[in-house]
């Protein structure tokens, strides 16, 4: 940024409503392999869930036990995701109310949101998500935690 004047200033709108409705990103952060990874789903309900599961257990041996960190939603611990993870090898390890500082991932969305979602005004889930994924391919082939001498990847991502 400089001081220059600019003929026109880039504003971003101001709205709080969502014309193509809203999108969530459930994400898995595998610590040993420092490897950030993720998929966008229309929901938050079990279905949803059970689905994200079953395909982060296919990223893994099935004689490797998983242990999945996650917050305590009631749509992580229902009876059949109870049931799929006990004959998957899965172990739920639920995070305490009022503390997601304790999941590994929580600061890894803090880059995924400055370098691909921060002024950014995506027009519909498909550019916002080619946004994501472009950053966790960069993120992912760096090994290294963002910082601030990364600046420039947003101007690449949004």
Same mark, same amino acid.
């Given at each position: 940024?400089?001081?220059?004047?600019?003929?026109?200033?880039?504003?971003?709108?101001?709205?709080?409503?969502?014309?193509?409705?809203?999108?969530?990103?459930?994400g898995?952060?595998?610590?040993?392999?420092?490897? +950030?990874?993720?998929?966008?789903? @229309?929901h =938050?309900?079990?279905?949803? !869930? $059970?689905d994200?599961?079953?395909? +982060?257990?296919?990223?893994y041996? @099935?004689? =490797?036990?998983?242990y999945? !960190? $996650?917050?305590?939603?009631?749509?992580?611990?229902?009876?059949?995701?109870?049931e799929?993870?006990r004959?998957?090898r899965?172990?739920l390890?639920?995070?305490?109310?009022?503390?997601?500082?304790?999941?590994?991932?929580?600061?890894q969305?803090?880059?995924?949101?400055?370098?691909?979602?921060?002024?950014?005004?995506?027009?519909?889930?498909?550019?916002?998500?080619?946004?994501i994924?472009?950053?966790?391919?960069?993120?992912?082939?760096?090994?290294?935690?963002p910082?601030?001498?990364?600046r420039?990847i947003?101007?690449?991502?949004?």
């Amino acid at each position: 940024m400089d001081w220059a004047r600019q003929k026109k200033v880039r504003r971003l709108p101001a709205t709080y409503t969502r014309p193509h409705g809203t999108m969530y990103f459930f994400g898995a952060y595998d610590v040993g392999a420092d490897t +950030l990874w993720g998929l966008p789903y @229309e929901h =938050q309900t079990q279905g949803e !869930v $059970l689905d994200f599961f079953i395909l +982060l257990r296919q990223r893994y041996p @099935e004689d =490797q036990r998983l242990y999945i !960190v $996650l917050d305590n939603r009631s749509a992580h611990t229902t009876p059949a995701i109870l049931e799929w993870v006990r004959r998957n090898r899965v172990t739920l390890v639920l995070t305490p109310t009022y503390a997601s500082f304790l999941n590994r991932i929580e600061c890894q969305f803090t880059p995924l949101k400055k370098f691909a979602l921060s002024g950014c005004y995506h027009r519909n889930h498909a550019a916002q998500f080619a946004a994501i994924f472009r950053y966790l391919l960069y993120r992912n082939q760096q090994k290294v935690k963002p910082t601030a001498r990364h600046r420039d990847i947003r101007v690449n991502l949004c």
